[in-house]
């Protein structure tokens, strides 16, 4: 499989296109020059003697080194300097990003790995918990869950799938959202990591330095 730029292993919200696109480019539109610049190209693959954790009251899960289990998520290539230098803002310092070497899918089976056909191991980043482990629950992370029930909270009406358009249902989960925590902790499309990757995104710093 041929690669261009960085690579990076997704096993969470950035693996929705909404959240990474949001992340790295703003918006998916045509207009955005940093999207129209860098296309990114994904993959299926698995990530051995890792295991994937829920953090306690949040929407987003957390990865730690642990022989013989797996991690099934997705490997993207063509990331910029820049691009990372946003993911390093997006995850905070609860996550440090790590080299790591993952097996592509050849066949994707499911939730448990059955039916799994591992294909080239390549090498790619990906963001290691570090965080106090308390924080983390025994349960595995649903990320057809976070579809469903969370991902607006992350990508606003643009990209939202089913909710795009609907501003009056999203002003009314925002306002419920208020008086719990934050379950994005503060990656939400109103959050305070969102305003400081939009800073960065209108400044483009770092992709003035890669080019």
Not at 66 to 82: H, Q
Not at 142 to 159: L, Y
Request: net charge negative.
């Amino acid at each position: 499989m041929a690669t261009e730029g960085r690579s990076a292993f997704f096993y969470g919200t950035l693996m929705a296109p909404q959240v990474l696109h949001r992340v790295c480019h703003g918006s998916s539109s045509p207009d955005n020059p940093i999207y129209a610049a860098h296309k990114l190209q994904t993959h299926p693959a698995i990530l051995h003697d890792h295991r994937r954790h829920r953090v306690r009251s949040a929407d987003y899960p957390a990865v730690l080194p642990v022989p013989g289990s797996t991690v099934r998520g997705t490997y993207v290539t063509g990331l910029t300097d820049g691009d990372i230098w946003r993911l390093d803002i997006f995850e905070g310092s609860e996550y440090r990003r790590d080299k790591v070497t993952v097996h592509l899918l050849k066949e994707v089976g499911d939730a448990s790995g059955t039916g799994n056909v591992e294909g080239d191991a390549v090498e790619a980043e990906t963001y290691i918990w570090i965080s106090d482990p308390l924080d983390l629950e025994e349960g595995e992370w649903d990320f057809r869950q976070f579809q469903e029930q969370k991902m607006r909270f992350w990508v606003g009406t643009e990209g939202a799938g089913e909710y795009a358009g609907r501003a009056s249902i999203i002003e009314v989960d925002e306002a419920v959202q208020q008086h719990h925590q934050d379950g994005t902790g503060g990656r939400g499309f109103n959050g305070h990591i969102t305003s400081a990757l939009e800073e960065a995104q209108k400044g483009g710093q770092a992709d003035k330095k890669s080019s």
